[in-house]
């Protein structure tokens, strides 16, 4: 189905995802993200250059984005570690109940449409960017981290909602932490650990809800694209460092509202996409 596609649209392809590579490496160090909310956007779009189905388009980019985000988030957590900024008691907390709502998510998803796949990650973009954006103290919830049954009822609802963006939890987990009054540092930093607790169940399950799909590119295992892992990786891992460096010059409140302001950039992205 790509035979009618020019020289020039697959270089167009290339320098695109290299760039996309570079601004989700960079984000993945500033923010905790893994990159996967700036690769899914970007990815959709020159999918449709290519004239993928809109059908297995938006399916494609989160699964896709699930594979390229984990080396990114182990390189950004392998570097906030260093620094001593990572709260691993959550992080060990979340080792089952976050990879079951995984598993959960990439069932939802085989069932739904790319257009309410879309909707998803438009709705919770805008939610995340608005509470940091205008953030108040007042918006905090009292006391310290829940543990116990709380706290896998949220590390599976963060791998859950994570899975359906196609993120490595670090906007959720990163949301949850700051409203219990932790640093956003440690919020980011520690929010850089859930990559991989999402993103191998994640791109396990998208290869299994795409397998036999009708209107994939080539080179895909079901919804998740080599082509596009193999591409942007080593751009990520290069770039994370540099993110992370940053992350320790700012400001809480700079980190809070850049953050909020990038999520809400991606809703919008999505809002018009589905008109």
């Not at 189905?1 to 996309?20: D, T």
């Not at 909310?37 to 779009?45: K, L």
């Not at 089952?96 to 909707?119: E, W, Y």
């Not at 295992?221 to 591409?231: D, H």
Request: hydrophobic content about 55%; glycine content about 14%; proline content about 4%.
């Amino acid at each position: 189905m790509l035979q009618n596609v020019s020289v020039n649209e697959i270089m167009l392809l290339a320098l695109a995802q290299s760039a996309s590579g570079a601004v989700a490496g960079l984000l993945a160090g500033l923010f905790g993200i893994g990159g996967g909310a700036i690769i899914v956007p970007v990815m959709y779009q020159f999918l449709g250059v290519l004239g993928i189905d809109e059908a297995v388009r938006m399916h494609i980019s989160v699964g896709t984005s699930l594979g390229i985000i984990l080396p990114t988030s182990l390189r950004s957590f392998q570097a906030h570690y260093r620094r001593g900024v990572v709260d691993m008691a959550l992080l060990k907390s979340w080792l089952i109940p976050m990879p079951a709502g995984v598993i959960a998510a990439t069932f939802v998803a085989s069932m739904i449409s790319g257009a309410q796949l879309r909707g998803i990650f438009a709705a919770i973009a805008v939610l995340i960017g608005l509470r940091l954006i205008f953030n108040r103290e007042s918006w905090r919830l009292r006391g310290e981290l829940p543990g116990g049954i709380i706290s896998a009822v949220c590390g599976a609802l963060i791998g859950f909602f994570s899975t359906l963006m196609g993120v490595g939890g670090g906007v959720m987990a990163t949301t949850f932490m700051t409203l219990y009054g932790r640093p956003m540092l440690q919020a980011v930093a520690t929010a850089a650990g859930t990559g991989a607790m999402i993103a191998v169940p994640g791109v396990i399950g998208y290869a299994w809800a795409g397998w036999g799909e009708p209107g994939l590119p080539p080179f895909s295992i079901g919804y998740v694209n080599v082509i596009g892992i193999f591409l942007v990786i080593p751009i990520t891992i290069y770039v994370a460092p540099i993110g992370v460096r940053i992350a320790h010059v700012l400001s809480k409140r700079q980190l809070e509202i850049s953050f909020g302001i990038f999520m809400l950039l991606v809703a919008l992205r999505f809002v018009l996409s589905l008109s």
